[in-house]
């Protein structure tokens, strides 16, 4: 039982991180209609910027906050060159966005080359029975709430949450109403880059990252904001934590070389029963 209860903590614990990489993705999916695959590189970003300048003596909590927003900013980068070309669609700036992934391979192994990297995070365990689950996780469990508990006002009582809410509902309406939708589309992609920093800077601490950990993540983030079909962050959180306490007892209990086939099967799963229930709603629509 207290394996059990071990298990469930640290799964709800790296669920958080993927839900703040899958709030991202629908934030930047709503707004712009674009799937960025470049979703997961803003976590390892974060997670290695925060531990360099912990390396290099910034106290705890300036270097998270720093880390956070270099990642803001590579979002906003990833946004200016996603969305301000002439004519390019969804399904090409899909595929810019994999292009930029990539590339930042190739960044990232220049800068702090392709060994796995971690900082310490928050100090001391919890005793459960004869388990201990580390402080950190209960910090990424609460940090998340914070964030999703402050993502429903800023939507839907500021001003630039209320535009960003127009855009996503109708942007030609939005556009009519003299909203920017370029810009709020680069806002979104700041906000996605914001919200995978802290993904990366919460998560780092219990699982180290290296140049290519955005494909496990991404992977991940993706599979919960399709529990949400891309643009429901509540359902998109709830399938993150599944998501997370599936592969934490799939690790325990089994092999975790099986973790992310667990990711890969169920977004298959949800997205074959999502076509099938699309299918069976027009068809009832046409009869």
């Known amino acids: ?22 709030s991202g993705l629908v934030t930047i999916n709503r707004v712009t209609h674009v799937v960025n695959f470049a979703q997961g590189m803003f976590a390892v970003v974060a997670g290695m910027t925060a531990g360099s300048l912990l390396s290099a003596g910034v106290p705890h909590g300036l270097a998270e906050a720093a880390a956070v927003l270099m990642a803001g900013l590579v979002g906003l980068l990833v946004g200016l060159v996603t969305l301000t070309r002439p004519g390019l669609g969804a399904q090409s700036s899909l595929i810019v966005t994999l292009g930029i992934g990539f590339v930042a391979y190739a960044v990232e192994t220049i800068i702090w080359g ?62 009519a109403a003299g909203i920017d939708v370029t810009r709020m589309g680069l806002l979104a992609f700041a906000i996605g880059g914001v919200l995978g920093g802290i993904a990366g800077v919460l998560l780092t601490p ?82």
């Open 1 to 22: 039982m207290s394996a059990f209860a071990q298990y469930l903590i640290s799964g709800l614990a790296i669920g958080c991180g993927f839900a703040l990489l899958a």
């Open 114 to 175: 392709d060994d796995p990297r971690s900082f310490p995070g928050l100090p001391g365990a919890v005793r459960i029975g004869d388990a201990f689950v580390q402080k950190q996780s209960f910090l990424v469990i609460g940090a998340t709430a914070m964030v999703f508990g402050l993502l429903m006002p800023f939507f839907t009582r500021t001003y630039l949450g209320k535009a960003l809410t127009a855009c996503a509902s109708d942007a030609y309406a939005a556009r």
């Open 206 to 287: 219990l699982m180290p990252v290296s140049y290519n950990s955005d494909v496990l993540l991404i992977t991940n983030g993706f599979a919960a904001a399709v529990f949400g079909a891309l643009t429901r962050p509540g359902l998109a959180l709830g399938g993150a934590l599944a998501l997370g306490v599936a592969e934490a007892m799939v690790a325990g209990y089994g092999e975790a070389s099986y973790q992310t086939v667990v990711a890969l099967a169920l977004m298959l799963a949800i997205m074959i029963w999502q076509a099938t229930h699309r299918s069976a709603l027009q068809h009832e629509g046409a009869r």
